[in-house]
């Protein structure tokens, strides 16, 4: 580790203030990846603005409608909240597959979105709901907001304060895990309103994406009689995991289970 200024504001202000006062400070919330960063030496922030004691950034808010889960929400605390969990059926599972359980204890699900790691379960799931990602500066679609590997529509100074989410007929993600780290080699999330349906993928690429033809079908057709190969091999990873063939079939496989049990 190197030396650093530790700061704990109170208030969304004072946290951008100190931002702008700083050579090279970073926003902590769980600490899940940062931390880790750190450790390895892969980052040197001059400073950490740890967040946590900023007010309401964990709240949860659950309309007729919509739920509004605040960044600071872990990981673990959205697996047992049975309030979210009778509203959006298959998210608790999805936060229980996360890392282990200090991971989940700790980690976020801004933390998570904002270091938009592609391997990343909420990532996906956050692309095939309806939402948005609410910062102290505006609210961003999601399908704007994941640019690339590690990288959103963020700027360096702002902070994800919540994620609205409109609550959905139907969602369910299924990953294929690392079984060491238990990120997704391939995750696919699938949700459905009306007969609009989006799945999204996660793992399998550069960046999590919006599968379009596999949506496109299933919001004619919603069977798990789906065609195959329906992502292109050309734009998936290769690496010691799985080759992109591999992948493009998981995201078949995967997708053709959630639907058998949905
Ligand atoms: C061993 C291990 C296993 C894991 N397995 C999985 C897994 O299976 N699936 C999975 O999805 N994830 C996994 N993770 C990652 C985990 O989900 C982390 O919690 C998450 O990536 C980061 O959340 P955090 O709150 O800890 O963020 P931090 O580590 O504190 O921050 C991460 C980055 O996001 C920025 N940031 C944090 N919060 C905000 C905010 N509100 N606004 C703006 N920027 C912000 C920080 O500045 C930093 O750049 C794993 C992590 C570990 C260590």
Redesign the pocket.
């Known amino acids: 580790m190197y030396n650093f200024n530790f700061h704990s504001p109170s208030s969304l202000d004072e946290a951008i203030n100190i931002y702008n006062n700083s050579d090279d400070p970073?926003?902590?919330?769980?600490?899940?990846?940062?931390?880790?960063s750190m450790k390895q030496r892969l980052i040197a922030p001059s400073d950490l603005i740890d967040?946590r004691n900023i007010k309401n950034?964990s709240e949860v808010i659950i309309d007729g409608e919509s739920i509004k889960i605040g960044?600071?929400y872990s990981?673990h605390s959205l697996s047992i909240n049975e309030d979210i969990n009778s509203k959006i059926k298959n998210l608790a599972k999805l936060a229980n597959?996360?890392?282990?359980p200090a991971?989940r204890k700790?980690?976020?699900i801004?933390?998570?979105i904002?270091?938009s790691?592609p391997?990343?379960?909420?990532p996906a799931a956050i692309l095939a709901l309806n939402s948005n990602i609410n910062?102290n500066i505006r609210s961003i679609k999601n399908i704007d907001f994941f640019t690339g590997m590690f990288e959103t529509l963020?700027a360096d100074d702002?902070?994800?304060?919540s994620i609205d989410i409109k609550i959905p007929d139907l969602f369910d993600y299924k990953k294929f895990?690392n079984p060491a780290?238990?990120?997704?080699i391939v995750g696919v999330a699938i949700a459905k309103y009306n007969n609009d349906v989006t799945v999204a993928v996660s793992g399998a690429s550069h960046t999590p994406f919006i599968a379009k033809g596999l949506s496109e079908f299933l919001s004619e057709n919603f069977s798990s009689d789906i065609p195959k190969n329906t992502v292109s091999k050309d734009d998936l990873n290769e690496d010691i995991h799985a080759s992109a063939e591999y992948r493009a079939n998981l995201i078949d496989v995967l997708t053709q289970q959630i639907l058998k049990n949905n």
Not at 97 to 100: K, L, M, Y
Not at 119 to 122: E, V
Not at 158 to 161: A, G, K, L, R, V
């Open positions: 970073k926003f902590l919330a769980g600490g899940m990846t940062l931390l880790a967040i950034l960044a600071l990981h597959g996360i890392g282990d991971v700790m980690g976020t801004g933390g998570s904002a270091n790691d391997a990343a379960d909420w910062t963020l702002e902070i994800i304060t895990p780290s238990r990120y997704a």
